[in-house]
């Protein structure tokens, strides 16, 4: 490489040329080349020199206030920008909050009116009298788009059956008698129905929903898509002792 | 300089606080650039708060947060060169062309000084010099911010060395003599 070559390569200086594929010989050449390195360096002082004939110009106040105030108009827009985030964000957590809400309430007067069915059918015929568990269970076959599974409540008695309708759900009716007093076991399809409503516990290592309403107890579990709702005016604790029974009960077919 | 369509977000706050800064810093350069361009300060000052404004405005179009220097200058030579094709002052050089067939400004008025002489190069010349012998910009970067390839920048370069040796009488012995070189 000739140093004509060289000194259009490493134009205006090494510092500031295109860098291409032969810039490393280039380089290579001026290090072993004083003439070059004399051009190179009198180009540098010419840039200098030129830089010295062109001190840097102080801008005008009044340009500097300009400019200060064409930032400052563009931090509004900052802020309104997170502020209009911050807002997206509030109206997403009050909508899950007003949904949750609807959703609650919803499902607290679906339980109310089975406690209210409970109360309206304490004087109820069934439509089926029979301690017999299958026998019941058959009845209800083909008049259910569910399974219905009668379970025997420890040392309460099976009184019969009957089927009813809950906000427009079919359900069945069981009705059982413990202690002289009635209980009844409402069951229907568990995606019809949220248990927003109610209170979650849990007993022997398993979920129970619960609630109490006009000195009624409601203690509901749900089963292979089947959901239980067990109401009476027993003491809540033996409502939910009767619930858990039901479950193992249920589970046991 | 790479952009993208733009998407809010709080980076994009944050990139436009950064360009914003820059701006602030490098302002006096901006202005002195655009005054020895234009040769008209308050031309200078209008075409800098315009550049101003549109770097504010494309901040959060930005998806490179290097070199935003050489960006800033990116937009303040489009407004001047914009400014001086409408004052009829800018004419793209031919390089090929002999030394008095370049464009005489009429912001030179004289010879006294090395300003005196820069004034009189055309404004593509005058803008190469600006920005890689006063700004310290590279050929690659002044070839971006005037979008020429860098080897137009390189060549005009030359031709502004070249004619302002031959105006500096004065600074002629300081000016390094490359014949037949670029």
């Known amino acids: ?253 | 300089m790479k952009i993208v369509p733009f998407r809010s977000s709080p980076e994009n706050a944050v990139e436009r606080q950064h360009v914003a800064e820059v701006l602030v810093a490098i302002l006096d350069s901006l202005y002195s650039t655009s005054v020895r361009m234009t040769g008209n300060a308050q031309a200078a000052e209008d075409l800098v708060q315009e550049a101003s404004r549109k770097v504010v405005q494309s901040a959060r179009m930005l998806r490179e947060r290097r070199n935003i220097r050489a960006w800033i200058f990116k937009v303040l030579l489009n407004s001047i060169r914009d400014y001086l094709r409408r004052q009829k002052l800018w004419r793209e050089v031919d390089l090929d062309a002999g030394d008095s067939d370049f464009t005489v400004s009429p912001v030179a008025t004289a010879m006294h000084d090395v300003r005196k002489a820069l004034a009189r190069l055309a404004p593509p010349l005058r803008a190469v010099v600006l920005l890689i012998d006063i700004e310290e910009f590279t050929i690659s970067e002044a070839a971006g911010i005037l979008k020429i390839p860098p080897g137009t920048a390189a060549s005009r370069l030359a031709r502004a060395h070249r004619e302002l040796r031959e105006q500096l009488g004065a600074y002629r012995a300081k000016v390094p003599r490359e014949g037949g070189v670029l």
């Open chain 1, 1 to 253: 490489m000739n140093c004509e070559r060289v000194r259009k390569l490493l134009y205006p200086t090494p510092a500031k040329c295109e860098v291409t594929v032969e810039h490393a010989e280039a380089m290579a050449h001026l290090r072993s080349c004083e003439a070059c390195r004399k051009t190179i360096d009198a180009r540098a002082d010419w840039s200098r020199e030129l830089q010295a004939g062109f001190p840097t110009e102080k801008a005008p106040d009044r340009l500097r206030l300009k400019i200060g105030a064409i930032v400052a108009a563009s931090r509004p827009a900052l802020l309104s920008s997170r502020v209009v985030q911050a807002m997206a964000a509030a109206a997403v957590v009050l909508a899950v909050l007003a949904g949750w809400l609807v959703s609650r309430a919803t499902s607290q007067a679906f339980f109310r009116a089975i406690c209210e069915d409970h109360a309206k059918y304490l004087s109820g015929e069934s439509q089926l009298a029979s301690g017999d568990p299958r026998q019941l269970e058959s009845w209800f076959r083909d008049k259910t788009d569910f399974g219905v599974r009668v379970p025997l409540l420890g040392t309460s008695e099976l009184l019969g059956a009957r089927l009813c309708f809950l906000k427009e759900h079919k359900a069945a009716l069981v009705f059982y008698r413990k202690d002289n007093r009635p209980v009844s076991l409402f069951q229907l399809n568990a995606r019809d129905v949220r248990l927003s409503g109610l209170e979650r516990s849990v007993i022997d290592g398993a979920p129970l929903w619960r609630m109490s309403y006009r000195g009624f107890a409601l203690a509901a579990f749900e089963q292979r898509g089947v959901l239980n709702v067990l109401v009476s005016d027993l003491r809540e604790s033996e409502l939910l002792q009767l619930a858990s029974t039901a479950r193992i009960e249920s589970a046991g077919y």
